[in-house]
Each structure stands twice: as C-alpha cells, then as structure tokens.
C-alpha cells in the first residue's frame, strides 16, 4: 500500500498535521516509521476517513491548465481487465469514477491508495498522479 506522511495526509483531509497525529495515537489512522523514521500513515485510510468526514483537499500539484475543475483524491478501487479499467477516487466527499485503459493505469502506476487528480472538462474525466509517471 502507498504510505503518505502526515502533513500530505492533512492536507487531503483537510485538517491540521496536529490533528492527524492525534488520530494516529487514538488509533483512528495507522502509522508506521518509512525508512527516513518519518511518521507515515496508509493512502488508503487516508481515503476513507476523507470520504466518512467528507472534507474536499485542496490541489497540490500546482499545474495551471484550462480545465477548471480539479479534484484531488486518493484511488480507491480499479476494476481492470487486459484492454480497459474502470478507476474510483474518493475525493472529498466525492466518488469519481474514470474509465481508462489499463495501459495507462499501468503507465500511471495507479493503485488503491495511490494520490491522484481527476480532471473534468466537459464528459471527460482526465486522471493524474503528483509527479506523474506518464
């Protein structure tokens, strides 16, 4: 599972690091030490608690484009076979769903947990990863 550290994680929550951290020792979220000895927590349950608490993040990846409406979020199921996938995100209190090849979530290096952006313009839902791998 992709690990996040905790200031990413309050950022797509949209809560204070201080806040996270106390979840993490009530026992709301999971932590772990990375190899660096940083607190991180799993991607994943990050994207549950958002969509129980239904707090939309802002978008980090700070690329200006013409599509105005950006969602960032954390994928949260992929149902693919050998030619195309179905991708879910839970951004916020929003459930997006994209249709993609499987190409290109394998380009993507998308996976449950992985942090993504999905772009609308018009019916098109376009999916981005932070860095992207594409």
Do not use: Y
Request: glycine share 8%.
């Amino acid at each position: 599972m992709t690990q996040i550290r905790i200031k990413d994680a309050s950022r797509f929550l949209g809560v204070s690091d201080d806040t996270v951290r106390r979840w993490v020792d009530t026992g709301v979220l999971a932590s772990e030490k990375d190899g660096s000895g940083r607190t991180v927590v799993d991607a994943l349950a990050v994207a549950r608690l958002a969509r129980e608490n239904a707090v939309l993040p802002a978008d980090p990846s700070e690329i200006g484009r013409s599509a105005r409406n950006r969602l960032v979020g954390v994928v949260t199921e992929i149902i693919a076979d050998t030619v195309m996938a179905q991708v879910e995100l839970q951004c916020g209190p929003h459930r997006i769903v994209s249709l993609m090849s499987s190409e290109a979530v394998r380009e993507l290096g998308l996976e449950p947990g992985s942090v993504a952006i999905a772009v609308m313009k018009a019916t098109n839902v376009i999916v981005e990863t932070p860095g992207g791998k594409a």
